[in-house]
């Protein structure tokens, strides 16, 4: 058999994807238990999706919901934390907490014979966890003192002010990690008060993938779980701000680095929540945009220009509208030169060029190609899972998504880029040496200029 090295082999036929099906359990209690078995190693991940995040953090303490999940495995009843991690070590599990605008993820993969004592650890720690004083004061520092650490990191100057300056008042405008303000006002007596009203079981889903049957886990949850405190209803949220009307005109904010060699750049605003009907075709755009190399902002900013080391742009789907931001560490004396590139890549796409059919092709297939990859391990099944439960997407979310995305065409991407991102209300935030880029940057015509500080 010979073979024709001069040409590139053609690429075939995708292999049809089929996400496995999930049985859903409701627990007397009101815990909700969706499992997945897969025999093909013997491990089990275990996911437990609590829906509270920094977006439920009280007006004046921003990072609390934050702070709370980092005290969850400091200790439970008589166990220190060193207790806990020693008992955690001891199955082989892997443990990992995360908190961030929507929910608090906590994730326990273990060994599938171990999957009792792994439940039992689970339901200690998210649901009965000691929250000391001194674990609160000890870890509460640390994280005054990272923040500290933060405001000498441009991208981490630029992500916050970006966020204030994107929400307002509302509670996306703060990151989940919070403010040194509040950290250092925070009370032991808050972070308790606040786990009672938010970590619930008739909340909180329970996601098992692995090496059990479904039956089989439901049982060492129902005794995992016993005792845990449960009630019928949540405790009333006190109605938050609404989200911030984005003006109608182009805004700049910069913030001051003396003497930077280069400037951070944010620039966006705020877009759709995770229900928007046009996912799809927002999905689609942001890959021509900025969603992978060879994307336009990308191209012209690395590739024709050479500003940056590299470009890119993302929209973050929230369960209230999140943002669309465009992210990229440029060279000082190109700051308002590549921020110009970037707001004519915004206009252009929706008016003047819109996106070519090659650019669509490559986009789709980016989204496409390999997409059962995103589902090898037992651990990103069960976090796909939670996009189901988080966001109540459809059961046949995952096996439609390659069909979808290949449906969608160029005006379907023209008009969401008109509709999510005009230049009214377009946002651009600059990290940079205000004496060398200010000038330059007012150049371009912004409606309104400001200045923020690092901290």
């Not at 109605?239 to 620039?267: C, D, F, N, Y």
């Not at 060398?436 to 901290?455: D, K, N, W, Y």
Request: charge should be negative; aromatic fraction near 6%.
């Amino acid at each position: 058999m010979s073979v024709d090295r001069s040409r590139l082999p053609v690429p075939g036929h995708d292999r049809a994807f089929r996400f496995p099906h999930v049985e859903r359990t409701t627990l007397e209690s009101g815990l909700r238990v969706w499992t997945v078995e897969r025999r093909d190693v013997p491990v089990l991940a275990l996911l437990l999706v609590v829906p509270t995040g920094s977006v439920d953090d009280p007006p004046d303490r921003p990072g609390l919901a934050s702070l709370t999940a980092d005290l969850l495995d400091e200790g439970s009843g008589d166990r220190t934390a060193v207790d806990m991690h020693d008992a955690l070590a001891r199955i082989g599990a892997q443990f990992d907490t995360e908190a961030s605008c929507d929910a608090t993820l906590v994730t326990l993969v273990t060994l599938s014979r171990f999957r009792d004592e792994g439940l039992r650890l689970a339901a200690d720690i998210v649901f009965r966890p000691r929250l000391g004083l001194a674990d609160f004061e000890r870890v509460r520092e640390l994280r005054r003192n990272r923040l500290a650490q933060l405001r000498d990191v441009p991208g981490a100057v630029a992500e916050r002010v970006f966020a204030e300056q994107v929400f307002g008042a509302h509670t996306y405008g703060h990151l989940p990690v919070g403010t040194e303000t509040a950290l250092a006002a925070v009370t032991l007596d808050e972070v308790q008060a606040f786990h009672r009203a938010q970590y619930r079981l008739d909340h909180t889903v329970l996601i098992a993938v692995g090496d059990a049957s479904a039956s089989d886990v439901v049982a060492s949850v129902r005794a995992a779980f016993d005792g845990v405190p449960c009630a019928s209803a949540l405790a009333g949220r006190e109605p938050g701000a609404s989200m911030k009307v984005p003006p109608a005109a182009r805004r700049l904010v910069t913030v001051h680095r003396p003497g930077a060699p280069q400037s951070e750049l944010r620039i966006g605003r705020v877009a759709a929540s995770r229900h928007t009907p046009d996912y799809y075709a927002l999905t689609v755009l942001n890959t021509v945009l900025g969603g992978q190399f060879v994307s336009r902002i990308n191209l012209n900013l690395r590739e024709d220009k050479g500003y940056t080391y590299g470009a890119r742009s993302s929209f973050d789907f929230r369960r209230q509208p999140g943002p669309f931001v465009v992210q990229a560490s440029v060279q000082t004396d190109a700051t308002a030169d590549a921020v110009r590139e970037v707001f004519r890549e915004l206009d252009d796409i929706g008016s003047t060029r819109p996106a070519s059919e090659r650019e669509l092709v490559l986009a789709r297939a980016a989204l496409t190609r390999g997409y059962p990859r995103n589902f090898e391990t037992a651990e990103q099944v069960a976090r796909a899972i939670a996009q189901l439960a988080l966001y109540g997407l459809p059961d046949d979310y995952f096996d439609s998504f390659v069909d979808r995305v290949r449906a969608v065409r160029i005006d379907e991407v023209t008009d969401a880029a008109r509709r999510y991102l005009p230049a009214a209300g377009m946002l651009a935030i600059v990290v940079g040496d205000c004496d060398r880029i200010v000038a330059p940057l007012e150049g371009l015509g912004f409606a309104q200029v400001a200045m923020a500080t690092a901290e």
